[in-house]
């Protein structure tokens, strides 16, 4: 059976597509679990827990003693909340990845590069809504509206500094945050993606299996 130049081709943009689409998800994966997960949500030390950190400071600037048990459980059940949430927004960026090597143009391959970077772009501007809605809402339903709970005695100011805090400064430093770690990804995917292409690019002009 005689193979043709244009099933080899075939062959070799399906090779191109499966290790793009196989960089973009571990590429997402580690955004998710390894830059926002583990680095933003669950910090690794507790020092670096802001939440936790600033409401007790603002705990202890009242002369107010904090019930430590009940924090910890509103603190698990809101992050365990935001992780789900999280997940599922940022697995819809493989799935942009992949659409747009569905588009891959064998006379312009580089141009795949510019119009994921647009993509990108885009996409990270619609993420951040949806980042900016889950945080709100769940900063209000599981922290906010428990502020009651996590302090032994009444006190008005407590509430009223900690519920500034959670709802503004705290909800613009995990998205600063998030921002951040999205920028330096999508850097290196696309920094990564363009050296596959540029491999591609070489193979079909330089082998004889193409002329």
């Known amino acids: 059976m005689v193979v043709v130049k244009e099933d080899i081709l075939k062959q070799h943009k399906?090779?191109?597509?499966?290790?793009g689409v196989e960089l973009a998800t571990n590429n997402t994966n580690s955004l998710i679990e390894d830059d926002i997960i583990n680095g933003v949500i669950e910090v690794p030390l507790e020092a670096m827990d802001t939440v936790k950190q600033r409401v007790l400071n603002i705990a202890k600037h009242n002369n107010l003693i904090l019930n430590s048990d009940k924090f910890n459980e509103v603190l698990i059940s809101y992050k365990d909340d935001l992780k789900k949430e999280f997940r599922n927004i940022f697995k819809k960026r493989i799935k942009l990845i992949e659409d747009n090597y569905s588009k891959f143009d064998d006379d312009k391959p580089m141009e795949l590069i510019k119009n994921l970077k647009k993509e990108l772009v885009k996409f990270n501007k619609e993420t951040k809504k949806e980042e900016k809605q889950v945080l709100t809402s769940l900063v209000k339903e599981?922290?906010?509206?428990?502020?009651?709970?996590?302090?032994?005695?009444?006190?008005?100011?407590?509430k009223k500094d900690a519920t500034k805090f959670l709802q503004t400064t705290y909800v613009k430093q995990i998205l600063e945050t998030?921002?951040?770690?999205?920028?330096?990804?999508?850097?290196?995917?696309?920094n990564s993606l363009k050296e596959q292409i540029e491999r591609f690019v070489f193979t079909m002009e330089n082998s004889h299996l193409f002329d």
């Open 142 to 158: 599981k922290l906010v509206s428990n502020l009651d709970l996590i302090v032994k005695d009444d006190n008005t100011t407590f």
């Open 14 to 19: 399906q090779i191109l597509m499966t290790a």
């Open 178 to 190: 998030v921002d951040m770690k999205i920028l330096v990804k999508d850097t290196i995917l696309l």
